[in-house]
């Protein structure tokens, strides 16, 4: 059940090999609430999962007693894919990608339930400029890509986030700031964007104060030390601030856990994370 204000979801990758059905049940009895899917976790082309397989993987999340929440890390998994890149051929393949996982994100939802469902972009390696393109010219194609797919959100009932990430990572949208313009610029509902710990390391101003200011157009939070490893006592990053506001502002989404660092494996990773989130969450005003 929800940890007080906020309900509680995992990303699916960090069990790995887990078989489906085994990772959901995993993150039920850790007291988990929802589960986050990572699309190559269900198949490397995930657009061409075959509808029962579909219908499969929306039942065992019913039956394990979780959420869907939606997906993630959406361009890993096929090769070739850009949304950014000068090629127009290649990025209306990669957008066409991202058309297919609305319908995914779509069908993944329980049954007669016709909306809701997040897809939170990342995906740094196939958004960050290459061939030659300026940062201000991968962003135009990025906004162009997203205009493209947004009456396929909007029918769907989908809704697309758009994450800042770190200097490291990506040069194509480096801050919330940025991020939440972008969506003021495209003006759709079914665009907003989110807001993660460990992509937020570069960000000048306090986490608490950039959350503040985007509240309105902040729809997802990701929650992760600024290591990528998971949440945990003495693990450095202090999560009250921003959970604070969304606690005071009663925020409905999905407070997310994802990890980068797999090596504590997932048994350890999701009932030790779980346990200290809580403690978070209890000492907050």
Same mark, same amino acid.
């Given at each position: 059940?929800?940890?007080?204000?906020?309900?509680?979801?995992?990303?699916?990758?960090?069990?790995?090999?887990?078989?489906?059905?085994?990772?959901?049940?995993?993150?039920?009895?850790?007291?988990?609430?929802?589960?986050?899917?990572?699309?190559?976790?269900?198949?490397?082309?995930?657009?061409?999962?075959?509808?029962?397989?579909?219908?499969?993987?929306?039942?065992?999340?019913?039956?394990?007693?979780?959420?869907?929440?939606?997906?993630?890390?959406?361009?890993?998994?096929?090769?070739?894919?850009?949304?950014?890149?000068?090629?127009?051929?290649?990025?209306?393949?990669?957008?066409? %990608? =991202?058309? #297919?996982?609305?319908?995914?994100? +779509? !069908? $993944?939802?329980? &049954? *007669? /339930?016709?909306?809701?469902?997040?897809?939170?972009?990342?995906?740094?390696?196939?958004?960050?400029?290459?061939?030659?393109?300026?940062?201000?010219?991968?962003?135009?194609? %990025? =906004?162009? #890509?997203?205009?493209?797919?947004? +009456? !396929? $959100?909007?029918? &769907? *009932? /989908?809704?697309?986030?758009?994450?800042?990430?770190?200097?490291?990572?990506?040069?194509?949208?480096?801050?919330?700031?940025?991020?939440?313009?972008?969506?003021?610029?495209?003006?759709?509902?079914?665009?907003?964007?989110?807001?993660?710990?460990?992509?937020?390391?570069?960000?000048?101003?306090?986490?608490?104060?950039?959350?503040?200011?985007?509240?309105?157009?902040?729809?997802?939070?990701?929650?992760?030390?600024?290591?990528?490893?998971?949440?945990?006592?003495?693990?450095?990053?202090?999560?009250?601030?921003?959970?604070?506001?969304?606690?005071?502002?009663?925020?409905?989404?999905?407070?997310?856990?994802?990890?980068?660092?797999?090596?504590?494996?997932?048994?350890?990773?999701?009932?030790?994370?779980?346990?200290?989130?809580?403690?978070?969450?209890?000492?907050?005003?």
């Amino acid at each position: 059940m929800p940890v007080g204000p906020f309900r509680l979801a995992v990303c699916n990758e960090l069990y790995e090999k887990t078989p489906f059905a085994e990772s959901c049940r995993s993150m039920k009895k850790a007291g988990w609430d929802g589960i986050e899917i990572a699309p190559f976790t269900l198949q490397t082309n995930a657009t061409e999962l075959p509808k029962a397989r579909r219908a499969e993987v929306r039942d065992i999340i019913v039956s394990e007693g979780l959420d869907f929440v939606g997906l993630h890390w959406l361009t890993v998994g096929p090769e070739g894919l850009h949304v950014t890149t000068p090629d127009a051929e290649v990025r209306r393949k990669s957008w066409d %990608y =991202v058309r #297919g996982l609305v319908e995914l994100c +779509a !069908d $993944l939802r329980p &049954a *007669g /339930v016709h909306s809701g469902g997040v897809m939170v972009f990342g995906s740094p390696f196939q958004r960050r400029t290459t061939g030659g393109a300026t940062r201000d010219e991968a962003t135009r194609n %990025y =906004v162009e #890509g997203v205009r493209s797919i947004k +009456a !396929d $959100l909007e029918s &769907a *009932g /989908v809704t697309l986030l758009i994450e800042a990430l770190p200097v490291e990572q990506c040069d194509v949208i480096q801050t919330l700031d940025e991020s939440a313009s972008l969506v003021a610029e495209i003006g759709s509902p079914n665009v907003q964007t989110m807001f993660d710990s460990h992509n937020a390391i570069n960000e000048v101003d306090p986490h608490a104060d950039i959350v503040s200011r985007n509240w309105d157009k902040i729809r997802h939070i990701h929650v992760n030390e600024l290591d990528g490893s998971y949440p945990r006592p003495g693990g450095g990053y202090d999560f009250k601030p921003v959970l604070q506001i969304a606690k005071d502002r009663k925020f409905p989404g999905w407070v997310s856990m994802e990890v980068f660092d797999f090596t504590p494996g997932s048994e350890k990773i999701v009932n030790e994370s779980i346990a200290y989130l809580r403690d978070e969450i209890a000492a907050l005003d």
